[in-house]
């Protein structure tokens, strides 16, 4: 598979979009915490479809996704080929280290929640709340399941 090709298709098709304030946590006097900048889109400005992914929402360019489809399906199929554990299921944390980012990675499962390639599994779709949704996640429990893409 060319990784290079897969991760052009994700950049074409997808865009991280923000849920919250450009600018979240403590203010930088205090030290007692962490700042984040969020330089991108807010998920209000964004018309096409949505995926929630927990940490960040993921916007589908539908069109642009329809027309790479077999593509994308094509480079899947050579990679899981090769490495038979993608059809079982794989967390951002696994599928971000292979391709080099995990935001990436949230943007190729919107990519293929979209496409029905598959689905995703988050804490807060099984109902967990809390302080141990932010836990879980960050484990890396966001995960695609149901791989029914490599079928003909």
């Known amino acids: 598979m060319t990784m290079q090709r ?18 979240t946590g403590e203010p930088l006097e205090s030290h007692k915490g962490v700042t984040h900048i969020y330089l991108m889109r807010h998920v209000d400005e964004f018309a096409g479809e949505k ?5 960040i929402v993921v916007g589908v360019d539908l069109a642009k996704a329809q027309d790479r489809k077999e593509e994308l399906r094509e480079l899947l ?10 059809l079982e299921g794989t967390s951002y944390i696994e599928v971000g280290a292979e391709i080099g ?52």
């Open 6 to 23: 897969l991760i052009e298709i994700i950049k074409e098709t997808t865009e991280s979009l923000r849920k919250g304030d450009v600018v």
């Open 51 to 55: 995926v929630d992914l927990h940490f």
């Open 77 to 86: 199929r050579e990679y899981a080929a090769q490495h038979p554990r993608f």
């Open 101 to 152: 980012s995990q935001e990436l990675a949230f943007r190729l499962f919107a990519l293929g929640k979209t496409l029905k390639f598959w689905d995703i599994i988050t804490p807060e779709r099984l109902g967990v709340t809390g302080d141990l949704v932010d836990q879980l996640a960050g484990r890396g429990f966001i995960m695609t399941v149901d791989h029914v893409w490599h079928r003909k």
